[in-house]
């Protein structure tokens, strides 16, 4: 037997002596319906027609806002209307649903919960199934997923207030929230313990919401065991279901079956009739990623030539998708035709102007050819004729784009000019970074003297000092034994990215780094990459790092000065001390 309790939708009562809080929701007050003294129900008073044309109005301003996600803005003007109306009464249950979806749509449940107390209270407008079916996806979304459950038991009840009955509808908000949320397991719950009133109307709706949470479940596959589902109950699958199956093939590589299904959707359209079966612009736009990302070219261009020559409304997201697909397979000069076309109608059709993305991507497939001039007059042309604001991102992938551009044509003048603009205009780069691959290229071509980016010279380091001044004593480094197994001492490494062996006579006989710990159950000195890099204490600080560097080494042993040489290690020379890339970071930690 399931016991229930009241949902917890607002904080509890405050004790004696504490700041009085919100009134806590009883399940009295919460499912029952609250009446005047007398026990008769007041009636509402109709709103007169210019009431009701002021109400439309602020109704459609709440949309808009929502879109903008102005919560704030929103709040501001239904209480100026509230203050505007009779007596400063409530609004209808029409613009008080449109705040509630505008406070779950913004992510503020606490707010939506406390507006829902307002409106089921005496002096409320009421509440109603919309109103229900916005809090239960609103609690969805904010993974309150007990206190959802527990508002349907009561409204299946029938204790609820407004008498709200259970539908699909009611039920699919939530249902929709966990699918997002890829909490199939809840979902699946909440299928079986309502499947009743899912199942009215033998509608496929349920079954596109359960194929949509496999996918975004990472079992895109499970999708497919929908449709089967959908078949034995007789139902017809209809153009978004098999839209989500096609976008599950996609997602699963399995471009095959995409195309079959594909197929077998052409063919059920036109064996019943239903032109509303046929394939539209997502269909082919679903299609044509997956057939990118496989770079087919053959189906591309099919796909491609069987959209422009149906009846199908192309759109700018289903000619880029045209575009990507035509990169990604290598056909650059159907792209370039593919884009020519939208340019030429996008002077009669405003909503076909490509977007900021549309040039960067042909820009990253000529940059690599060096076709300097074809990525300049891309460049030139993205401000004028694209729709959109463009990002400061896109205008630094543009710039580092042409310079790529330029290093690759040999046109090193131009590259060092765009690459010290780009210096100038950055912070910060990363070497792994398509600026930072290429600066290295205009680097060594450039040479020692024409250098744009010099070394940095940290100021509490003077390069020529002896490493012996900036080490670390031996011991500070905590070396661990050699025959340690790594298990015992796998959190070390969490920390540090190099650690010292010692053998029994606490000779460093060893230097194991983080990357080469792959056996959990070897002893640490079978991981080690040979002998311990050494230098003598009077070696200066810009050789040690020259020497890291080039050994790809995280750290070097200090020992005396003697007959010494480096890479070489006797157990006879006690180690005095570590030096390694990580104190030197220690030092930028101001900069």
Not at 142 to 152: N, P, S
Not at 300 to 309: A, D, F
Not at 352 to 381: C, E, N, Q, T, W
Not at 405 to 425: K, M, P, T, W
Request: proline share 6%; aromatic share 6%; hydrophobic share 40%.
């Amino acid at each position: 037997m399931m016991l229930l309790r009241p949902p917890r939708m607002l904080s509890p009562s405050p004790a004696p002596g504490e700041p009085r809080l919100r009134r806590p929701l009883d399940a009295s007050r919460i499912f029952s319906s609250p009446r005047p003294p007398g026990g008769r129900l007041r009636t509402r008073p109709r709103p007169s027609s210019s009431s009701s044309t002021d109400l439309r109005r602020l109704t459609a301003r709440i949309v808009d806002l929502t879109r903008r996600r102005q919560l704030a803005q929103i709040m501001e003007e239904v209480e100026a209307a509230r203050r505007r109306a009779r007596g400063g009464g409530a609004l209808n249950t029409i613009v008080m649903n449109a705040v509630l979806e505008a406070c779950v749509r913004c992510g503020d449940v606490e707010r939506a919960l406390r507006l829902f107390d307002e409106m089921r209270g005496p002096r409320g407008c009421g509440v109603d199934g919309v109103s229900y079916g916005i809090l239960l996806k609103g609690l969805g979304i904010a993974r309150r997923i007990d206190e959802a459950f527990e508002i349907l038991e009561w409204i299946e009840k029938d204790t609820s207030i407004g008498s709200p009955m259970l539908s699909p509808h009611l039920i699919c908000g939530f249902l929709n929230a966990l699918i997002e949320a890829g909490d199939m397991r809840r979902a699946n719950a909440l299928v079986a313990r309502f499947r009743k009133v899912l199942y009215e109307g033998h509608s496929v709706l349920l079954y596109n919401l359960l194929m949509k949470g496999y996918i975004k479940s990472n079992f895109p596959l499970g999708a497919l065991t929908v449709k089967d589902e959908i078949l034995r109950q007789g139902l017809k699958p209809d153009r978004l279901t098999y839209n989500t199956i096609i976008s599950a093939c996609v997602k699963s590589s399995e471009i095959d079956k995409a195309i079959r299904f594909l197929e077998d959707m052409k063919e059920e359209a036109i064996r019943d009739n239903n032109p509303e079966l046929l394939p539209d612009a997502v269909t082919y736009t679903t299609l044509l990623k997956g057939l990118g990302n496989s770079q087919d070219l053959g189906s591309v261009l099919k796909i491609v030539v069987e959209m422009k020559s149906s009846l199908l409304s192309i759109d700018r997201i289903a000619y880029t998708a045209m575009i990507d697909a035509l990169l990604a397979s290598g056909c650059i000069d159907g792209a370039l035709c593919i884009f020519g076309e939208i340019i030429k109608q996008a002077g009669d059709n405003k909503d076909l102007r490509p977007k900021p993305h549309l040039y960067l991507s042909i820009m990253r497939a000529f940059a690599p050819m060096g076709d300097v001039d074809m990525v300049m007059r891309l460049k030139k042309r993205m401000w004028p004729d694209s729709v959109g604001s463009i990002s400061r991102a896109s205008k630094e992938e543009a710039d580092e784009l042409l310079l790529e551009a330029a290093i690759n044509s040999n046109q090193i003048d131009l590259a060092r000019g765009l690459l010290r603009r780009i210096v100038n205009e950055k912070e910060c780069f990363s070497w792994t970074s398509r600026v930072g691959l290429v600066a290295v290229k205009v680097e060594s071509l450039s040479g020692f003297t024409n250098s744009l980016l010099k070394p940095h010279v940290f100021p509490q380091i003077i390069l020529n000092d002896p490493v012996e001044k900036y080490m670390v004593p031996f011991q500070e480094s905590r070396p661990l034994p050699a025959d340690l197994i790594l298990r015992k001492a796998v959190m070390r490494f969490w920390k540090d990215r190099a650690v010292p062996l010692v053998d029994d006579w606490g000779g460093c006989v060893g230097i194991i780094h983080r990357e080469d710990c792959t056996k959990l159950d070897a002893p640490l000195l079978s991981m080690v990459r040979g002998p311990p890099l050494c230098v003598p204490t009077s070696t200066s600080v810009e050789h040690v790092i020259d020497l890291l560097l080039r050994e790809k080494s995280e750290m070097v042993v200090v020992v005396k000065n003697g007959n010494m040489y480096e890479g070489s290690y006797t157990s006879s020379s006690r180690p005095l001390g570590v030096f390694s890339l990580s104190m030197l970071w220690k030092f930028t930690g101001d900069y």
